[in-house]
């Protein structure tokens, strides 16, 4: 998310970073129960629109270090298997000269103005953020903490501070080698003046950052011990699952309980108006319940949508006028002056995010408060739609969250909780609500559909010199985030679209959002690029392929003004070996994007059966993501991106039918698996940069690539994902 | 009725329905919850355990069809020589990403290991390819595997 978005608060007001100063998100002093304490109040987390200085301190991280040198981290991202939970404390341990295991973390509780995401202004950990926030304030951090150890060491053995250093931990007098361990300065440095001008140090200088350490939370998610949301077992816990309206916005008309009731293990069903819960003493038995009951359901307004209604409005909508994203020159009249015209439309499904967590949460209801166990990626919205759906005041819904079993944008929503407090409402005791998958994939809330429509004009060398988009489709900030969509736009929904690394004389982007009825939508990891990269990427590739130029070295030429893009093309071709011969029916793809405040570049080789079915053999991926504070989290992230992208590309698809979604499981709705996958190769480009989003980047652009690798193979250009067999497949 | 089940060596008696899947009895009336839940039909593999040393989906199979069959965990495979060595092989490769289909695919991993010590890439494919991992650490689990093997 870029800086036009992320300044929402949650209040409808913006406040801008540099008009805080330092000495406004941090204070230091003494921790109840001795010991030194830094609270940090992450800039966008307090003070008013346009204030210079926020009114009243109000610290969101704690940085506390105790009387045996222990240091402890509360902050306020969650850990989805993304690695935040090692990178953020390697950046206090970096600064403070610890060993990252004197660091230990600590969860942050739900609190809105305490625990705001600097970029994504709510609680929440999402679209590639954490990093990005917590980057510069969380070393300042460990650097004022260390400057005030040295200075308490500095006054009791009566010396200059600039004789001292900071070194695993202890405090050295350079001269005379004495040392003062840091839990004996704990104390003391908190009453130090918190230091002015600190000084962080240069990347040259780091011994951690960058370097490949050991994940902190692996080792209890290999023998069984750590704890999801669906873990939770508070005493006395009964075990619920959900069916809800097959059709969106249909209600229950009648149920009979009877034969569910006979079911051994069956305590209660509960009745909803749009949902039925069958409550038991384990899984197994409300499971049997709901397969005993007979429902009938009144399917309401959208009882005969269909996924094509939803594709043909979009299509309209095209045809009409958008919001202008952006605009540079005049497009039309270079288009209508342009040697060769090149016209294209695409289309992109809805998606599920198929988290293997199924949806679930757990709730104790009682007379004037509710305590809820969750894994989520955004708690303090958890807590807030809970109260509502509670009827109770915020302050009285206690939120345990959890580790996260996936997260992709699913866990930002809070309507697994809320479902979960209204069948709580009725049930004596802790609930657990289990959503079987089926569950979860009908009711998911969904990546967008999206239509595109693209235009651009060739000179008679075949360069471009105007480019034209106009897609439509569903804005989840709109609904997510109001106040951040505005003049009809979003950031999101752009990203990808616009501000492309090429240089195009003439561009012209047009967004019309249109919510489609009768179906939920969501961020989807890799959000709005995991629709515009797609789509940009596939058409300056048939632009390419218009001008009869090698798909590299068309957009190669267009770099000039992008010295990072061009370096992560160069790359990823070398080392794919782009170019060199491949057998008949194979192919390689290229695609190349900037988003998420990172640059890569990807080759896709593929291999087209007779049958048309697609077999991803191999990819290789440059990326320059600033400063990589994980490498091999980086890594990681990014083969698990690109597994993610393309299962979409291949098979990912949700479809509507009288208003039911299709899909019901993972036969249906398939996923990538062992003996599909591909060999990944990641290239990182060494960079002292900013870190820039990492754990969406692979998602966006591996699916063009995949496009474009078919095309390259086939001659067939896919305008509608995910790849089709009966499209791809040869005459026999 | 009651069942008398034997999971990682210990006797329960249990008072479920016959048809009761093997995975609900284990989660949520013995309160073991490393084994997870993904789909319910056999299709995804979180719910992996061994029966007799075979890997076996514990949502498809019923407590009554279990007799005196010894089950084994995720909470206890790390006392067997092959669930010992993949373990540390998915530490020191790093394989984990959120973490929940892990259960699984360490014990689908570990039952292949302790069959066949210098699996082939096919018999990883065979072997794995009922382990559905959303966070895509395809990549690492097969290196993983490798590195146990030697
Ligand atoms: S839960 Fe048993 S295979 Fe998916
Ligand atoms: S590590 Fe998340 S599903 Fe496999």
Redesign the interface.
Known sequence: MRNDRIAYRGTGSYVSEKSLSRRSFLQAGAAIGGGFMLSLSLPFANGEAGATEPQGFAPNAFVRIDANGQIFLTMPYVE???GTYTAVPMLIAEELEVSLDQVRLEHAPPNEKLYANPLLGVQATGNSNAMRGAWKQMREAGATARMMLVAAAAKEWGVDPNACRAQDGEVIHTDSGRRLKYGALAASAANMPVPQDITLKSPADFTLIGTPV??L????????????G??A?PPGVK?ATVAQSPVFGGRLKSVDDTAAMA???VRQVVRLNDAVAVVA?????A??GMEALQIEWDDGPHASLSTEDIAGELEKATLGPGAVAQNIGDADKAIAGAATKVEATYQLPFLAH?????MNCTVDFRKDECEIWIGNQAIARVQAMAAEAAGLPVEKVIVHNH??????GRRLEADGAVRAVEIAKQVEGPVKV?W??EEDIQHDMYRPYWFDRLSAGLDETGKPVAWKNRFAGSSIVARWAPPVFKDGLDSDSTEGAIKLVYDLPNFHVEYVRVEPPGIPTAFWRSVGPSHNVFVTESFIDELAAAAKQDAVAYRRALLDKSPRARAVLDLAAEKAGWGQPLPAGSGRGVSLQFVFGSYMAQVAEVEVAKDGSVRLRRVVCAMDCGTAINP??VQ?QI??????GA?AALHGEITLKNGRVEQT???TYQ?????E?P??EVHIVKSSEPPGGMGETGTSAIVPAIANAIFAATGKRLHKMPADPNILKQPT | MAFNINVNGNPHSVD??A???L???L???L???????????A??G?CTVHIDGIATRSCITTVDSLGESKVT???A??TTAAGAAI?KA??DH?V????????GQ?MSASALLASNPHPTDAD??DA???????????????EAIKLAAQ
């Not at chain 1, 198929?354 to 199924?358: D, L, Q």
């Not at chain 1, 083969?639 to 993610?644: A, C, E, V």
């Not at chain 1, 996923?671 to 003996?675: A, C, D, E, G």
């Open positions: 989805m298997g993304q050991k994940r939370d692996t080792p209890a998610k290999v023998n069984g011990t750590a704890v999801y669906i873990d077992r075990f079911v051994k293990g003493d384990h899984m197994g038995a499971k049997k198929a988290t293997m967590e199924p580790l996260i079993g996936g997260g992709f289990v079987t998958r091999d989290t990681a083969q698990s991106g690109i597994i993610f299962t499981n993972f036969d996923m990538l698996r062992i003996n996958a060999a990944i | 479920v329905d048809d009761t899947p995975l609900w009895v989660r949520d009336v309160g073991m919850t490393g084994t997870k839940f993904g789909c319910g039909m299709l995804c979180a965990t995720i909470e495979i790390g373990q998915w530490l790093e984990v990403q959120c973490g929940y289909c892990q259960s360490i990883i494919d794995m390819s009922g382990n559905i991992c959303r966070c895509g650490t395809y990549v690492r689990i097969r």
